[in-house]
């Protein structure tokens, strides 16, 4: 599918396109708009970036049947778990008040658990939705500092 501008009267633009195109970024404002027609997810356009619109992506996640909190500590070993069949995203809300935890994606539990330290961080509060990579088997979580609880539902 070729990439399209949306017109519009506000001076908000709105694009569509695949998930695999590329994503303009030539004369594109913050606040701009790219809708993935295959994947349903809009994007914000902010700081030079092409940023998930958690919001909107919310109203089209469908939780699979599992769902935990789990004790994210500063050490990494064990933290890690198989994603389920179909799973594309992961729900990670951040039941702590003042400390972030790591999320990260991996080939196997090692590669998992050895990508956390530089995985997405999840501010205290917080709640992201992160798309799990075609070759991703695996995830783990880690805590900035401490014990941090996240919840992680796996869905699609």
């Known amino acids: 599918m070729a990439i399209e501008q949306i017109k519009s009267p ?21 606040g ?3 809708y993935e ?3 349903r997810k809009w994007y914000v356009y902010h ?3 092409w940023n998930l619109d958690s919001e909107n992506y ?5 939780p699979s049947s599992y769902s935990a909190n789990k004790s ?19 729900r990670v809300r951040n039941l702590d008040a003042t400390n972030y935890g790591l999320v990260a994606f991996g080939t196997s539990a090692a590669t998992a658990e050895s990508n956390a ?17 075609e070759n991703a ?14 919840n992680i539902i796996q869905g699609v």
Not at 58 to 62: D, E, L, W
């Open 37 to 39: 027609s295959d994947s």
């Open 47 to 49: 700081n030079s970036a």
């Open 137 to 150: 088997t695996h995830y783990a979580w880690l805590g900035d500092t401490g014990t941090v609880t996240l």
């Open 58 to 62: 919310a109203k089209y996640f469908k």
């Open 10 to 30: 506000e001076r908000i633009q709105r694009f569509i396109g695949l998930s695999t195109d590329t994503k303009p970024t030539a004369g594109v404002d913050d």
């Open 32 to 34: 701009y708009r790219f």
């Open 72 to 90: 994210a500590t500063i050490t990494v070993s064990g933290q890690s778990e198989a994603i389920a069949t179909g799973a594309a995203t992961l």
């Open 117 to 133: 330290s530089n995985g997405v961080a999840i501010e205290a509060g917080a709640m992201e939705y992160l798309s799990i990579p």
